[in-house]
T-cell receptor, first 115, second 112 residues
């Protein structure tokens, strides 16, 4: 089955801890994205990557970091510098960031809660 | 002004009703328009994708784009309780191919 897998589904973080959210895709897509979703605010772009070993900041990158060492994987680290990390995190991929096929396909999300 | 505006609702309709969901956008460079459906605690799934003005139909769903007014719509005919979800419009294009800009999402409830 082709798709995007996010893990874990639920994650709890203590104040001051870094946590890493996993995102893996087997769609052979070049581009991958991380979005954050808060109630009433839609989806906001955190980071995106067009190719391996390259990534760009989105609209709300502060307090987050990413890596793209493999085409299939785009993990997101929520650092202790992120002041309000409790949210629903969504990973997505698309065939090619620069092409005109812009449909993005999403994973099932990770709900992060600070305790 | 937000790049994409979407009425968050909530919207509640009886089963069988025609539902109209709308978004407006500000950047005329946007060329690609999508509608996603998101069930509670799930990731969004792509419903419709269009790249030109006019209508696109898929079963009970019709996506409409009016670039002159910067206005997009999603119509759902014969709505069903299983259509109850949050509907998100998403727009891309200009210098930001692949980077989707989302509306807030409209919460729809179809009651039997």
């Amino acid at each position: 089955d082709g798709g995007i897998t996010q893990s874990p589904k639920y994650l709890f973080r203590k104040e001051g801890q870094n946590v890493t959210l996993s995102c893996e895709q087997n769609l052979n897509h070049d581009a991958m994205y991380w979005y954050r979703q808060d109630p009433g605010q839609g989806l906001r772009l955190i980071y995106y990557s067009q190719i391996v070993n390259d990534f760009q900041k989105g609209d709300i990158a502060e307090g987050y970091s990413v890596s793209r060492e493999k085409k299939e994987s785009f993990p997101l680290t929520v650092t202790s510098a992120q002041k309000n990390p409790t949210a629903f995190y969504l990973c997505a991929s698309s065939i090619d960031h620069a092409r005109k096929n812009t449909e993005a396909f999403f994973g099932q999300g990770t709900r992060l809660t600070v305790v | 002004q937000k790049e994409v505006e979407q009425d968050p609702g909530p919207l509640s309709v009886p089963e069988g009703a025609i539902v109209s969901l709308n978004c407006t956008y500000s950047n005329s460079a946007f060329q690609y328009f999508m509608w996603y459906r998101q069930y509670s605690r799930k990731g969004p799934e792509l419903l419709m994708y269009t790249y030109s003005s006019g209508n696109k139909e898929d079963g009970r769903f019709t996506a409409q784009v009016d670039k002159s007014s910067k206005y997009i719509s999603l119509f759902i005919r014969d709505s069903q309780p299983s259509d109850s979800a949050t509907y998100l419009c998403a727009i891309a294009g200009g210098t930001s191919y692949g980077k989707l800009t989302f509306g807030q999402g409209t919460i729809l409830t179809v009651h039997p």
